[in-house]
């Protein structure tokens, strides 16, 4: 569950990392290196419009329910967007469901309070708001805070060192200050309402999950789930069994979760609803080493491990393999699903060098959580939380467990039977009900309820005292215990099987993030053959790419339309999705729309038997028999070869004059 | 939109069919064979518990948060579930979306209320509740009256013909019984409340869909989406642009939607949350002619139109282009679209002779729709409506049109500009002011407003009186029009486009329901090897089978072993989706437990060279090589060959007495 993460910002104050200029011009493409280069911020900021223009008017992705004034926080996406969404979920099936033989399941996102209430989140799923005592508009309190901060920091050139250094301090703690704190920074530096300056009130808790009531009668509380893992947690009974009660196994979930944010912000990457994909891998706590670790243990990329971001040094190169067995990453699984969701994130054409796995400092690591690495992304917004993956030992299931009062836990029968030495209590019934009476039951049963070190410390007690004050809770008070009421020894047992709770170590992605960021990575602009023209590509890995390819009949007569349809219907048979555009625009103008929506190969029908295939990034061109040109487009866009590997077999098209002139209209 | 049809009852007691007994028969497979034959409802009975208890068994689905003790009407997929649901929705996405050229969106399931205002849903989607007047427990006002219709007219021998009739009636015309009329009857038959035996309180309407509130104001309330059409409805502006201001064109959409049913009965067919995948053509509705009607017009299936129900005969197998061209289905583009369903329920598996498309009657559409169709799938429950398939004319899009103030209409450019006679009102206003003074705004719109035919019949009792009676809506009053107030005239004008709002054709596919009627279409028993033994197979279509193929190395030895995760490795390669079973059990036995999950092939690892490939339903085994058996299991498990073309390839393997032995194990 990206629970606590999530809820922090995303672009972390703790971890500050301004945008490298080296970076940045990456990020800017040619745009950056044909203009003078302003602040970072400013082409940042150009660099983001010029993405999300794009994106919109291509309908990627557009606010919904526009015609009525859209709401904060909810998007659609369009057609491309669509299709982009669903080629990253088929290859996370494939990458980690199918490859890993995981157990996915499929659970409803109306939930029963009972259950939200048992994983902490109708309790603490909150954030600190504050309202508009005038208005009633609401804000985050942590927000408007680090807004102000920020804003002094930028702009006041008269700030005093202690004053300077008072702020910074306040934006590195930011997501650990309490409601009292926020609003006692809140009255000193007298923060307004933002929109009408009006005074603010105290900040209070706001739980972030959207209610609703399950049945007719109003009395079953439900939310809308606020993550999928908990459709997984207490379905770990069955399956367990399912895979012939052997541990590890994993189960994993695609599907929406819903936060009611305060002020949702930064587009597709603070949104109300969002597709999660989430992997539960249940594991012996004992033995948290990995099969397949061997597979990834070789890979390095960028590393940002609690050690670097103490002591304020950068993200750093490391090895995994090397990660793990120097204690930097806690056990091989975590170390494992570190380096699988690397070559999935890069595979689907995020940049490598603006990747990195920060480690969770302590403080923001829940108290059980043995250790958390998060994915995150650089994008024109800094760097971006895409994955969680944490060690969460065995919280969850135990919650579920004691809530629902039925076990989940797993079993190890033993070859041999052990021998062990335990501890057992034996309350004297007759005793307790001569001293005690009508509540010697409770007294008992606080007594057998003691954990191994009471018990200890009671046998000692006893032994050396006689007698001891003893509380019991269901009583509310304390009661002599003697040593005539109770024995407690150490015996010898044998055992044939070890219970234990699993621990479970969690993947959970941000489908949308990990989109936007992708977006981003994949943009960038050419210069037209107009001055100052700037045409915008999509360079998505054919994996990803919304449509594989288009046909394009030249001039529009009919035998050339015949050939564009003969092609279409064999990529059809072929599964290959693809747009025929039969306008008459010039091919230039065709060419730019298609790169505009990041299609990898463009087929052009200029010719009865062979026709033109184009690299939408090279911009090359090679010609390829009519017959033969599905399976020339499957082989590409199915990645089993490059358009390099095919440049080589094919001969190469020459562009004509009339064609290089039509490319400039565009 | 699944709107009136799903909030009838799913068996609908209109069309009443029982099922044949030869339906029966092949639904129970063998289990009706092997045992004498009881009455068709507890037969009915037995094969639905036989299949569900399997289901559940092998974790195809299960109760939602079982440990909890459940919310009626949710439901998990599980691991094999989920694995067809995912196969159902890509061959979906492959025969829809990809082949028709559909534009996918994605829109969220948290809708502003104006959305669900405009659509009719906040003030029309509800069904009539009564309480148990003590507990307050809530029950469908109409399945208390069909009940104890239905168990009168089952159970009651004493009933008089009058009475029999009346009862009969009320089963037909349930659906269109109002609160009163529902009341009246519970009254008079002393229906109470089943559970408790008390008094029920007078119906009233429940809003069906899940209330939420958006932001942390409490100020906007919100819905869960009952149904995904209106994501693509208020879309529709930017969808015609990209498709480049043309019509056709359809938009797709596949997502969860939500109905707060007052008390989910018949398992996975009638949910709170439930997967939609809705199609939305928008045509012109002046041309709803189909370019690839001729593709499906010589495809024969049953049909069920209005006439045949309503004069009491069955379904009929009909010609879909005969259906067209005698009128009996509305257009080609509907025809088309009830052709490419029967395509798709057919190639995943459901059995065409318990497939029927049934139109609704004219009680059943609503004003504005055209004709409409329902695939219906028989199964234990009856006939159940799984795919809608409605011509809606123009109401979704005007309904949003007139809320939102944003036209969504379609333009046809004339490649001439065409001479039009239009009738043109010119209200005088100085007449106007002089004969209502303040009033005269009030009556200049509503003239200006008129229709065509109002405006003709004002014509001509001008013409003939000289003054008329005129109703002004906003005055709330006649006032009396006279010669000189306003002039009709036909004119002639040059008009160069054509402004309307298309009509949209709406398939609207319930996924779970049409799973759950291939779970029941797929299942089969056989007997085993020991007395009254019976085996459970799902006889799943390669295209949707949860797991394409098991691996299992004969007895557990090293060298076996290494075979089988070789042959895995490949098939992970090549995009199979498989299981390797290494316990020890027999091989019968893990025959018999991968056919219940509809395992449709599996390779028995007997041989370090070749192996023994086996068909799941005709038990046919066949030898491959090792090196060639992963390409054998893609080529029939993507449908490029069947069992049958592979049989004649390779020679086949006879069990061993030891094996078949070993068969009876199970």
Known sequence: MLFRSLLSSAAKPRSPQPLAAAVLLRQLGTMAAAQAAPAAGSQREAFRVAVTNTLERRLFYVPSFKIYGGVAGLYDYGPPGCAVKANVLAFWRQHFVLEEGMLEVDCPCVTPEVVLKASGHVDKFTDLMVKDEKTG????ADHLLKDFCKDKLEKDNTLSPEKTSELNHILAVLD??????????IKEYGIVAPDTKNPLSDPYPFNLMFQTSIGPSGLSPGYMRPETAQGIFVNFKDLYYYNGNKLPFAAAQIGQAFRNEISPRQGLLRVREFTLAEIEHFVDPEDKSHPKFRDVSSLEFLMF???????????VKLNIGQAVSEGTVNNETLGYFIGRVYLFLTQLGIDKDRLRFRQH???EMAHYAADCWDAEIE?????IECVGIADRSAYDLRAH???SGVALEAHEKFAEPREVEKFVITPSKKELGLAFKGNHRMVLEALEAMSESEALNMKSALESKGEVEFKVCTLGKDVTIKKNMVSINMEKKKEHQRKFTPSV???SFGIGRIIYCLFEHCFYQRPGKAEDEQLNVFGFPPLVAPIKCTVFPLVKIEKFEVVAKKISKALTTAGISHIIDMTGNTIGKRYARTDE??????ITVDNTTSVTVRDRDSKDQIRVEVDEVASVVKEVTDGLSTWADIMWRYPAHTASAAEEEEASET
């Open 379 to 383: 994008c024109s917004f800094g760097w």
């Open 597 to 602: 929506i990041g299609v990898p190969l463009a």
């Open 401 to 403: 467990s004691d809530k």
């Open 305 to 315: 491990p609690r050690e670097q971001q103490l002591t304020g040094k950068s993200a």
């Open 176 to 185: 650990d200050l309490s409601a009292e704190q926020l609003g006692a920074k």
């Open 361 to 363: 400092l302590p403080n």
């Open 137 to 140: 508009t609401c804000y985050r």
């Open 505 to 507: 170590i969690e993947p």
